[in-house]
């Protein structure tokens, strides 16, 4: 039997393969698989190839698995994931998908025989199943780019995988990050290689530099995406409520929930010599009082293990003077259970979603948005409900 140990130590031992560039989008070639399909063949991916998201019967491992559409037609891989002939840690291992690889999901199902109590969703891709704790769901879409940029820029969305920040706009040039799927950044102009490739140029508001970037990657965000959710509704009459227990966040409306989504708030982590740090997230009341569109957040210590270094954090909320806030997560799709350094992290959607609803409402025109009375914001309360 492949124990929750076993299954995770199959994944760290896989052999790496090479990091593939986001717009030359490396993945398995997609073989005829026996069954039918509720959507058909007319869901293709930009590339072209099909994409069949809800199939019910797959002979090739004599199972009804009864998949429901995945989030994305696509899902990066962010560590050695196992791949299970089964939806589950007591099947045959089937192979690995290595970190960064690109591959096609067809669809997702709920298992009782996961590696998690927390997280039971697994993922079709060609070849077998994997636990989505080691797959972030994403889009391959590149963008018409435009050398017509606004004099005050614009805010934009990567919607491929992944793409390279260099420090000159050339594809030989050095490459100081990869920009993954769903995180967001500040265009501020566009500019042609010799070869006439247009390139987006990136402010890098922590680093104090200039990045640039294939504008096929990045797609401007407009205006109607980001416009204030239930404007009408008066600051004493919303609150969100965070609940460490069920790692969950909810939004309510007079008392009402009209929104609720899993999270990964706080954890501790341990010091090479065992030393403990703890990073839980506080219970109080609190309110949010500062927004940024996009940040890039940089913290924790490469000797004590705990370091990260992440561009283009998407929709940050903060709601404590500690700077404890929501915003969204491209790094990991292991939402309900505790992991982070205290913020609670959300899927970009969803984190987007809050950005929106909370006050104070953002001024997109400038880098952030604070108020001078904390007061004035969305209330938040942290707790451990009861079971």
């Known amino acids: 039997m492949l124990t929750r ?41 930009a590339n072209g190839s099909l994409i069949r998201p809800k199939f019910s019967y797959d002979r090739r491992w004599r199972m009804s698995v009864g998949l429901v559409p995945a989030p994305r037609p696509f899902g ?15 099947s045959r291992v089937m192979g690995y998908h290595s970190w960064n690889e690109i591959v096609p999901i067809y669809g997702q199902v709920v298992s009782n025989e996961s590696p998690s109590h927390y997280n039971k969703i697994w993922y079709r891709t060609d070849a077998g199943f994997i636990h989505s704790a080691q797959c972030h769901p994403c889009d391959n879409v590149p963008n018409e780019p435009s050398p017509d940029m606004p004099k005050e820029g614009t805010w934009a969305e990567i919607t491929v995988p992944s793409a390279f920040a260099r420090v000159q706009p050339n594809k030989n040039a050095w490459a100081m990050y990869s920009y993954y799927y ?55 009459a919303k609150r969100l409520e965070v609940d460490l227990r069920t790692q969950s966040t909810t939004a309510y409306e007079y008392d009402q929930p009209v929104f609720t989504a ?52 998407g929709w940050v909320s903060y709601f404590t003077g500690s700077g404890i806030a929501f915003h969204s997560a491209y790094w990991h799709n292991d939402f309900g259970w505790p992991r982070s350094h205290g913020c609670v992290n959300l899927l970009p959607d969803d984190a987007k979603w809050i950005w929106r609803w909370t006050l104070p409402i953002a001024n997109t025109d400038k880098r952030f948005t604070k108020l001078e009375n904390w007061r004035d914001g969305t209330t938040v309360k942290v707790h451990y409900s009861k079971a």
């Open 182 to 236: 769903g995180s967001t950044f500040k265009i501020i102009s566009a500019e042609r290689d010799k070869e006439g490739q247009l390139w987006y140029q990136v402010d890098d508001e922590l680093k104090g530099k200039l990045f640039f970037v294939r504008a096929e990657a990045l797609r401007p965000i407009d205006a109607s995406e980001i416009t204030p959710l239930s404007p009408d509704v008066p600051q004493s």
């Open 76 to 90: 990066r891989i962010y560590s050695y994931s196992v791949i299970m002939d089964r939806p589950s840690t007591r």
């Open 5 to 45: 140990r076993k299954f995770f130590k199959l994944g760290a031992i896989a052999s790496a393969a090479a990091v593939a560039n986001a717009l030359s989008l490396r993945h398995a070639a997609a073989y005829p698989i026996e069954g039918d399909s509720e959507l058909g063949h007319t869901d293709t991916t």
């Open 262 to 313: 899993r999270c990964a708030t706080g954890t501790k982590f341990y010091k090479p010599d065992g030393t403990e740090k703890d990073f839980l997230t506080t219970p109080g009341a609190y309110n949010v009082y500062l927004k940024y569109l996009s940040q890039h957040m940089e913290g924790g210590s490469k000797e004590e293990g705990d370091y990260y270094d992440l561009p283009g954090i």
